[in-house]
Nanobody, 120 residues
């Protein structure tokens, strides 16, 4: 069974940066696409970024140029570097393992999430 564990969230001022990490156990990490989603208060969970097993990356439009997803297969870890943060980035961020599409319904395993709060 896959068990993603996220970390790295926190409180940051607008314009600041955070790096989220997700360690995944239980499967052959390097063979799977991985993704990040987020859920703001009172809103649905939405796609943020994904990285394929080969390293190809995808982003939702609102984070392009500000967020970078990467992976370290030796550490079974996927990262989300978030720069130029905005108050509208405030949400609980979830790691999706494995990633199969932009719909949260396609995700088999979720982590517990990590809270990101951006103050204005």
């Amino acid at each position: 069974q896959v068990q993603p564990v996220e970390s790295g969230g926190g409180l940051v001022q607008a314009g600041g940066s955070l790096r989220l990490s997700c360690v995944v156990s239980g499967r052959t990490f390097s063979a799977y696409d991985m993704g990040w989603f987020r859920q703001a208060p009172g809103k649905e969970r939405t796609f943020v970024a994904a990285i394929t097993w080969s390293g190809r990356t995808y982003y939702t439009d609102s984070v392009k140029g500000r967020f970078t997803i990467s992976r370290d297969n030796a550490k079974n870890t996927v990262y989300l570097q978030m720069n130029s943060l905005k108050p509208e980035d405030t949400a609980v961020y979830y790691c999706a393992a494995p990633y199969r599409g932009t719909s949260p319904n396609s995700v088999d395993y979720w982590g517990q999430g990590t809270q990101v709060t951006v103050s204005s």
